[in-house]
């Protein structure tokens, strides 16, 4: 069994980017702990009913740390950082939970030594091998990135090898991929963080499965959406001709897809199983769920008027939702009502109106963007 758990499942998506025009970017100084031993505290879990709970000693005290390792480009590095910190700033003056932004290169770095680190903070034991082997597996290839929040270490990661700092900052795309990141760091935290509680809960059934954030096409899309809103707002990119180039990659999949036979959806893809389904009707993986996830999160925001719904709305009783869900028998369903909650529709009912608005033109398709950021 993999030890690595949320981020297992987000590995091999690569996103694909093409390249904009470059801004020139003036980064801040980022306070960097160069590779000094890793020191995280330990979760008491208190265990009631298929859950556990734990209020971790970083409350109230987030931050975000970042781990640099040999053969790093630091000035690359400080623009993510920036880029993050752009993010949880929308949100606040702190990160949603303690976060270590993890980076190395997939040549240049001691392997061992980052494997080690990302392990610990997914509250594998010390060198526990599966974690190990996985890690220096998948840090040596070309990725992009990854992130999430352990449910065995409540600690939050960001995490890649220069397929991120380098091989994605035309157009400074890494800075996008730092905002979408973050926001999957936000989404594991709000589905397992009680408010009134005021505690973290985590389903023994859910350790090592998705953890019921909502649709892939939501999860990815939402992290997209987000992501073009921040370098938008910050005037990174332009946030207009970004998402008309997703509109079209978007369009020109589901084109593609039909055209071997296949009609594709955002509504088909709620699962990984569903993924591996279309992947084996296509010959390939599809995409649609970032760029076709992102405009469906745009169209929702259109319809409630405002990136309240889609940002913050739909994440404020995902745990509570989610829990009622599991503990009636139903684990990963929960969503479905913070979707209601959040947007004013079933999901069903939203499916059909969008897979509508995907045929509209393309000028009537762009009007319903809104300013960037706006909430
Ligand atoms: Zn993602």
Request: glycine content about 10%; charged content about 20%.
């Amino acid at each position: 069994m993999l030890a690595v758990t949320y981020l297992s499942s987000k590995l091999f998506y690569k996103l694909v980017i093409i390249a904009l025009s470059v801004c020139v970017v003036v980064a801040p100084m980022a306070s960097q702990a160069d590779s000094a031993s890793l020191n995280i505290s330990h979760i008491n879990w208190q265990h009631s009913a298929g859950y556990d709970y734990a209020s971790p000693s970083w409350m109230g005290k987030e931050k975000l740390n970042v781990r640099t390792y040999s053969g790093v480009d630091k000035v690359k590095v400080d623009e993510i950082v920036k880029g993050v910190t752009a993010a949880y700033q929308f949100f606040g003056d702190r990160p949603i939970v303690e976060t270590y932004g993890l980076f190395w290169h997939g040549r240049k770095s001691d392997i061992n030594k980052v494997a080690n680190d990302v392990c610990i903070l997914d509250g594998a034991p010390p060198n526990e091998r599966g974690c190990m082997d996985w890690m220096k597996s998948w840090g040596t290839q070309p990725v992009v990135a990854n992130a999430g929040l352990s449910g065995n270490s409540l600690y939050a990661t960001m995490s890649s090898n220069d397929g991120w700092w380098q091989g994605e900052s035309a157009g400074n795309m890494h800075m996008k991929i730092a905002a979408h990141e973050y926001f999957h760091v936000y989404q594991g935290a709000q589905v397992r963080f009680f408010e009134k509680e005021g505690k973290f809960g985590v389903s023994r059934m859910q350790r090592v499965e998705r953890e019921g954030v909502g649709p892939l096409w939501l999860e990815e899309g939402a992290a997209e959406y987000f992501g073009f809103n921040i370098l938008g707002m910050n005037g990174w990119a332009d946030y207009q001709s970004n998402m008309k180039r997703m509109l079209n990659q978007a369009l020109n999949e589901i084109r593609d897809s039909k055209s071997r036979g296949v009609q594709l959806s955002i509504s088909a893809m709620e699962s990984l199983g569903d993924l591996d389904y279309i992947t084996q009707k296509l010959g390939h993986r599809p995409h649609l769920q970032y760029e076709g996830g992102a405009w469906a999160i745009a169209y929702l925001s259109h319809l409630t008027g405002s990136n309240k719904a889609a940002f913050v709305d739909y994440y404020i009783n995902l745990a509570e939702n989610e829990r009622e869900a599991s503990q009636g028998g139903k684990p990963g369903m929960g969503w479905k009502k913070s979707f209601k909650e959040a947007f004013g529709l079933s999901v069903e009912a939203f499916y059909q109106k969008f897979d509508n608005f995907m045929t509209w033109s393309e000028s009537k398709q762009m009007a319903i963007l809104m300013a960037p950021g706006k909430m």
